[in-house]
């Protein structure tokens, strides 16, 4: 049997994020590897860059957010902001 969970070490004791199935009373092996996030390194900085991007939107979407989101009707029909 193999099973991969993920766990925060409080200082003490292992704390796992989920419930373990585990037959209790015995004897286990166990791995210990840092758990990275993908694009995580550098300072926060570097992080935030990561999960940043472009999208194609309308030139007014900030403006007339509520004609995009609920169908409203646009507050400055003519295109203006």
Do not use: Q
């Not at 209790?24 to 791995?31: F, G, K, L, S």
């Not at 999208?55 to 400055?76: Q, S």
């Amino acid at each position: 049997m193999t099973k991969t969970l993920t766990a925060v070490f409080d200082g003490h004791t292992l704390l796992p994020d989920s419930p373990l199935d585990l037959e209790p009373n015995t004897r286990y092996v166990i791995t210990i590897r840092e758990f990275a996030i993908p694009g995580a390194e550098g300072d926060a900085w570097d992080v935030l860059s990561t999960l940043t991007g472009v999208i194609d939107a309308p030139v007014d979407w900030a403006g007339e957010h509520d004609h995009y989101l609920y169908g409203t009707p646009k507050r400055h029909p003519e295109g203006k902001t």
